[in-house]
């Protein structure tokens, strides 16, 4: 009997995921799509031109001229929008303008450094959340309570760069604990690897980290007014109890959900975060094909975080709706 119940539950569950998926899924690919027109048209609009950063300065409008004949840069937009899309399906990310090599590979040699960056600097995120949140939370005044609340403001008011420069003075030149610069990667060396990821990964995770712990914390102080919470009381639940089941509970959906949508922050911040930390990661790539206006690099770049984003966030939402009892999937 029981494994009856349990398989008509776990077959429920799945045909609501699938109901789920099959709503979002559509306006996840219209959102790709409208990415990917976004991502081709917005380096165009950096000045400079690319034929002038390869030609030189010196070079004729002739040479100018047979440069952006030989990258195609002479066709219709709508033209090489498309012949650039049909590649994107292909798995063809096309020739990087500046060093002819193929766009695909330039991102592999920078992207195992990012993802360690941005791993690291999510569980930081969460720890640093969920601990000062849970904390503030659980208390509603005091000097504990005023301490959070000073910690929290002002890891939410130095943004990443700033967070980074504080970092390198402290740990690396008053008392030189980390590495400042560099990088090793931990595939090549996990602990040494390791010295390295925290300055960087602390500078990104610590704002985004505090954003949601005040979120939760807040969240939390609603719900210790809730008057389900005034019941349980009431019925001499202990505090802790109520703590638990009552109001952490009921509080997990805007954080998770914050916590999605500072992944997609992480991201952007890696950029200046590598350039202060000197990691040869999609951040400094970034950087570089902005400043040669390398097209086909930068629209790869910009594709892929979006798409990286939306899929964060649909994961968020499953997550929210398998955590939230108020929240259906086939809602």
Same mark, same amino acid.
């Given at each position: ?39 081709? &048209? ?29 990258? $195609? ?33 330039? &991102? ?45 403001? &002002? ?58 712990? #005040? ?53 952007? $911040? ?8 000197? #990691? ?37 939402? &499953? ?6 009892? #108020? ?5």
């Amino acid at each position: 009997m029981h494994a009856v119940t349990f398989f008509y539950k776990t077959h429920g569950w799945q045909t609501k995921m699938l109901r789920f998926l099959a709503r979002k899924i559509p306006s996840v690919m219209v959102v790709a799509l409208i990415s990917s027109m976004i991502a081709f &048209i917005l380096p165009r609009f950096a000045p400079g031109d690319p034929a002038v950063a390869i030609a030189g300065s010196e070079a004729t409008p002739e040479q100018l001229a047979a440069v952006r004949a030989e990258l $195609g840069l002479d066709q219709p937009l709508v033209l090489q929008y498309w012949d650039w899309l049909a590649g994107v399906f292909q798995g063809d990310l096309g020739m990087s303008l500046i060093t002819k090599r193929p766009v695909s590979e330039l &991102i592999l040699s920078g992207l195992e450094s990012t993802l360690e960056l941005t791993l690291l600097a999510t569980i930081l995120m969460i720890t640093v959340g969920l601990v000062l949140g849970v904390l503030g939370g659980a208390k509603s005044t005091g000097l504990g309570r005023l301490l959070l609340d000073v910690v929290t403001t &002002i890891f939410l008011a130095t943004p990443p760069f700033l967070t980074g420069l504080i970092l390198i003075v402290l740990l690396g030149i008053v008392t030189p604990i980390l590495p400042v610069s560099g990088e090793v990667l931990l595939s090549e060396d996990f602990v040494e690897g390791l010295k390295y990821l925290i300055l960087p990964a602390l500078a990104l995770a610590i704002p985004q980290g505090a954003l949601v712990a #005040r979120l939760l914390q807040t969240t939390m102080t609603a719900m210790r007014n809730e008057d389900f919470v005034d019941l349980a009381k009431a019925k001499g639940v202990r505090p802790g109890l109520i703590l638990r089941r009552h109001v952490l509970r009921n509080s997990w959906g805007p954080a998770v959900v914050a916590i999605g949508l500072r992944i997609g922050d992480l991201l952007a $911040g890696a950029i200046v975060v590598e350039a202060i930390f000197a #990691r040869n990661g999609l951040g400094s790539l970034a950087v570089l094909s902005v400043q040669s206006r390398d097209y086909f690099v930068l629209q790869a770049l910009i594709l892929g975080a979006v798409i990286i984003a939306v899929v964060i966030q649909l994961l968020c939402e &499953i997550i929210l709706a398998t955590l939230d009892p #108020r929240i259906r999937l086939e809602g």
